[in-house]
């Protein structure tokens, strides 16, 4: 009897090992598998993170060189303004263009006028002027950076 108590024991005890064995196995296997979800999720998730990273970089560069080029054109243009090499002018109203008669003044000798008079502004008005459509520009190319940002996200 203790030997048929002992063969049943061990019987039992072999039978529970092995079920103890596949469902470990099955949990490491259960485990592995999500491992692998979470690398290749991480994986995709830094794939978009060095797109958007490299996007960002050439978009910043672009922004970079799109302001350079425009602060280069307003330095040109005030160096021209500050030489006299170029003279801003404004056109002048239609009232103010002519006389009280309606007819057009006369012009000078040398001087030919095509279309509405017009006045020359002074150099200082005009250097702050350009100042001011400078501002104007670098704010309009920060916003298109700004825009083309957002429509990227969306």
Known sequence: MAGSAWA???????????????????????????????SAQILVEQGKRIALEQWLAASDQSHYRALTDEKSKQARLRDRLATADLRLSVQLGATAATGC????????????????ARAELDPAHAQRIIGITQDGDQGLIALEACQSYVRLIK
Do not use: S
């Not at 064995?21 to 692998?36: G, S, W």
């Not at 007819?103 to 509405?116: E, I, M, N, S, Y």
């Open 8 to 38: 049943a024991w061990t019987w039992q005890a072999n039978a529970y090992g092995q079920q103890l064995a596949a469902k470990e196995a099955a949990h490491q296997i259960e485990r592995t598998n999500l491992a692998n979800a979470n």
């Open 101 to 116: 008669d309606g007819v057009q003044p006369t012009t000078g000798a040398g001087c030919v006028v095509h279309g509405d």
